[in-house]
Every structure is written in C-alpha cells, then in structure tokens.
C-alpha cells in the first residue's frame, strides 16, 4: 500500500510539473544584451484598466519556458509573443494561459518577453491615454517595433539552435503573438533568415499596417491567424490584408474571422464562439503534423 501511494504521489508530481514554468533564458548574452532603449526595471502588475496582469519596461528579452509532461512530449515548439501596443505584455491571457494549454497539447512553449516602450508608473493607463492621438502613439511606440520584431527572429532562431536542449526538433518551432506581439509574429514570418525558418506563423488579431511594403517570402511558412469583425481599433482588416498576401502567394493560410469578439480576447472566455480559436488553432496544427509525436 506504502509503494503504491509513492508511486500515486510521484505521478502527481509529474502531472503538476507539466506546463509549469521551468526556467527563465536571457535571449542575449553579453554585448547583446545592452538594450538600444537604456536600462531600467521591469515591472509586473494588475492591471486595473485591462483587468489582467502585465509587465512593463522590458529592455531585457527572456524566454520563459513551459515544458510539456514526458509523455505528452511530441517535439514541437512554439514561440509566444503577448500583445500590449508595445507599451506592456498582457502576459497571463495572452501568454501563460496560452501556454499552458500548448504545453497540454504536448508542445514545449517559450513565452517571449519582448522589448516595449519606456513607460511610467501604469503603461496600460498611458496607452489608453496615447491612443486616443495617433501621431503621439506613433511617436512613442515607433522606434520599437523594430526592436521587438528584432527579438522575435532572435527568438525562433535561439530556440531552433537550442532545440535538442528542449527534446524539441528544429523544424518543427513556430510562433504565435496576439495584436502587438502578432505583429511581432508577423514580421517573423516576412523577414526571417534560413537558420530561423519558423514552421507556422499565428498572428491573432495583429496589426501589420507599420511593416512596409510586405512581400510574402517564396518559401514562407503556413499561416494561422483569428481576429473578430468588431475589432475595437478596426485591425480585422489587417489579418484580412495578411490572409489575402499569403494566399496570392500561392502560400498555406487559415483565417478565423468571428462576427463579435473584439480585441485581445486571448485566452479570456465571453461566451462567444471566438472563446473556441485556441481549439482551431490545435486543429490547425494538428492538420500539419505538428501535434504528432
């Protein structure tokens, strides 16, 4: 009876460990790790006006890494990229949640704190401030996109070099970011070198108007996107805009176009088909063989 309850408690122990934050990887080492922005703290906290918890004043990029049990492994990554106008990450629903459920699904998952603007003691009250005048937001957030799409290639193209570390396979990490961080997803998959090929592309209601002139690369990889039609900043077109790229490319895509959802549903439940993307998005996945050990 003694061994038999180790033996329960051990495999309780497994169980609880998968999709449990593991570690914490700097994405620069070195002179890479100076931030062009400076360097200040990082900060997480509650947001009141998005209701969610957020981190804020990242100038250095980490990956946080959320591993799938042994059994449940399949070899396949996927990088995530939060969303948060490039002034903070919404960093539960649209990161931890979202990687947790991957990780279930058997994938190991990277959850990419990437960098955003210079903000002070609330970046979600300031973005609904500088929202409402575009030339200021354009003004405040403009120089980095660059960076963050920057660590986002550096991202796929960390863990696809460290992938036997993770039991994953090179060809087989993808990326997913949600409005900012899909913007980030989509410059990933417009302008990545052949050592950081992502296998899929899942921007979630991204806003792809600040990259200029995309052409969708000969080799670009299948793309996944889902946003909603009532769209509170009208970005639905700019999947429709991504989605139409691809396919006049003769390339592999899959739109999710739901009639209400608005923005930044992530993994936040509204009763609403649009609740349901993440299951499309296994589907998906599944579709390509990447759900397959």
């Not at 003004?139 to 993770?166: C, F, K, M, N």
């Not at 739901?258 to 589907?283: C, T, V």
């Amino acid at each position: 009876m003694k061994l038999q309850m180790v033996g329960m408690l051990c495999l309780l122990g497994l169980a609880a460990g998968a999709g449990v934050a593991q570690e914490v990887v700097p994405l620069y080492s070195g002179e890479q790790a100076a931030s062009a922005q400076g360097n200040y703290p990082e900060k997480e906290y509650f947001s009141k006006a998005w209701k969610a918890e957020v981190v804020s004043n990242v100038t250095k990029p980490t990956l946080t890494v959320y591993r799938p049990s042994a059994a449940s492994r399949n070899g396949s990554g996927v990088v995530i990229c939060p969303g948060g106008g490039f002034m903070a990450l919404s960093i539960a629903n649209e990161g931890t949640e979202v990687a947790k459920w991957l990780a279930s699904k058997g994938m190991t998952a990277f959850i990419l704190k990437y960098r955003v603007a210079h903000t002070g003691e609330d970046a979600t009250q300031e973005f609904a401030d500088l929202s409402k005048d575009s030339q200021k937001f354009q003004e405040t957030v403009g120089s980095v996109i660059p960076l963050a799409i920057a660590d986002g290639l550096a991202a796929v193209t960390y863990v696809r070099q460290h992938a036997a570390q993770w039991g994953i396979s090179p060809d087989r990490v993808g990326i997913i970011g949600f409005s900012a961080g899909g913007t980030v997803a989509a410059g990933v998959g417009l302008r990545y070198s052949p050592e950081g090929r992502p296998a899929f592309v899942a921007p979630i209601y991204p806003a792809v108007s600040s990259l200029k002139d995309p052409t969708a690369p000969a080799d670009a990889p299948p793309l996944f996107l889902a946003a909603a039609s009532d769209d509170a900043f009208g970005l639905e077109m700019d999947s429709i805009a991504l989605y139409s790229l691809w396919t006049k490319s003769h390339q592999s895509a899959e739109l999710h176009m739901y009639a209400k959802g608005g923005h930044g549903f992530g993994m936040h439940a509204q009763g609403l088909p649009s609740d349901h993307w993440i299951n499309r998005f296994a589907e998906w996945l599944e579709m390509q063989g990447l759900l397959k050990k």
